[in-house]
């Protein structure tokens, strides 16, 4: 039996059943956008650790900031004493993404934990109760967190759920567009929204409207940019936050260090984590400082918040990102995909869609051009046989026939395409279209 069998073996005897797994595949290390299995077996990676790993694998001046930082000091609970690699972290977010005048940021483990903080400020800094969110959103699995998640499937028997959170429809122009122009579909949804202030909830009684600018489980749906604008006018008129989730569109993702600026936008409250410590565990709150400060003291905090090594990983992180100028990568990579998808397309009636922002790029596997019906059993067969020739892809979107690429932005040219010739070659070959 290989070594890759055993583990896999082993991992189901002990990890309970909810623990999901995209494919059969285990993994003993990573460089660059290259990793290897127990066997020794090389993949080309475009899942990224789901968009955590937009500088790569293992980068060794992120590496060597670890090494060092652990050498000195491990933990100490920021509440309890302060060090600097947490402010000096908090002061390089506030300086690579400013809100407004002056911004004050709160760092977390994770990007869920991000959310739940950033609810939690909204509600304070309001006083009132009210949180909107949207359909095909995913903020997290913790109580809040699958709240505010749109997909019934990672919400299965976990209720009741948390109160006062109210969703509307996202502007999905691909699956709800009925034929209207952009311009059209935007003023009705915009309309929409403005209704339901009038029929689901009384705008006096929202704190926040968050929002995923693309969203990353549900499908890579990038919001148009129109919306975007309206509905932040419509959240000033009301004294609604905006909050952003850039927890998976942050960093280069999208060819920026935000979402939100290609949107002409600079939101209340923003969300982060994934990418911004290449794999260590850390996440921020960034916001208005008028908005920040009115908390309760000891409403924040955690024992872990901010670990020492994962801001030192963090730090080496955006300084490595900045050297090897991300964004342009981000760009480049974008575009190549997107052109590459937008060719398959023409040769493939399977993919319904092409779509993202940026290197955040995926396409819709539907079954006779519709929409409305997803092709998930498509979708697992490509991914599974994308694995077994040398290619790590993983899916998204609430019907899950969404095949997404969040490939490291460190990927050389070649392993780019190589691993696009993969994805093209299997999808053919499955849908029995020839090449």
Not at 308 to 333: D, F, H, Q, W
């Amino acid at each position: 039996m290989k070594k890759s069998d055993k583990l896999i073996a082993r991992r189901n005897a002990i990890v309970p059943e909810g623990m999901g797994m995209f494919t059969p595949l285990t993994i003993a290390s990573g460089s660059g956008a290259i990793i290897r299995d127990e066997d020794g077996k090389s993949y080309i990676d475009f899942a990224g650790g789901i968009g955590v790993l937009n500088a790569g694998h293992c980068p060794r001046p992120v590496v060597n900031a670890i090494i060092r930082q652990s050498q000195s000091l491990i933990h100490a609970c920021f509440p309890v004493a302060i060090y600097e690699p947490y402010v000096e972290l908090c002061e390089t977010l506030a300086k690579l993404l400013p809100h407004g005048k002056k911004t004050k940021v709160m760092l977390t483990n994770s990007g869920v934990e991000a959310v739940e903080n950033a609810v939690k400020i909204a509600r304070q800094a309001t006083g009132r109760p009210g949180i909107i969110c949207f359909t095909g959103a995913f903020h997290g699995r913790t109580l809040l967190g699958m709240t505010l998640t749109s997909k019934t499937g990672y919400k299965i028997g976990c209720g009741p759920f948390a109160s006062e959170v109210y969703r509307l429809p996202f502007p999905d122009y691909y699956k709800r567009g009925d034929g209207l122009s952009m311009k059209a579909f935007v003023k009705r949804e915009l309309q929409s929204f403005d209704d339901a202030l009038h029929t689901i909830v009384d705008p006096t009684q929202v704190a926040a409207v968050i929002v995923e600018l693309v969203q990353g489980e549900g499908g890579f749906v990038v919001a148009p940019k129109e919306y975007i604008l309206g509905l932040s006018r419509i959240c000033k008129q009301h004294g609604i936050l905006l909050v952003v989730d850039e927890v998976q569109t942050g960093f280069g993702r999208t060819g920026a260090w935000s979402a939100y600026s290609h949107y002409g936008i600079v939101p209340d409250i923003s969300t982060w984590a994934k990418s911004m410590g290449s794999g260590m565990p850390i996440g921020a709150v960034i916001g208005r400082a008028e908005v920040m400060d009115k908390t309760t003291k000891g409403t924040l905090g955690g024992t872990y918040l901010g670990n020492p090594v994962a801001c030192a990983a963090s730090l080496a992180t955006i300084e490595y990102m900045k050297k090897i100028k991300i964004n342009e990568r981000g760009k480049r990579i974008g575009k190549k995909v997107m052109q590459f998808f937008s060719a398959l397309q023409k040769e493939c009636t399977a993919i319904g869609d092409v779509r993202g922002l940026g290197a955040m790029t995926a396409f819709e596997l539907v079954k006779n051009g519709d929409p409305h019906q997803p092709d998930a059993d498509l979708t697992k067969k490509l991914l599974n046989a994308c694995s077994e020739n040398g290619l790590l892809i993983i899916s998204a979107g609430t019907g899950g026939n969404v095949v997404r690429v969040l490939s490291p932005l460190t990927i050389t040219d070649g392993q780019l395409n190589r691993g696009l010739q993969i994805l093209r070659k299997q999808l053919l070959q499955l849908t029995n279209t020839k090449s």
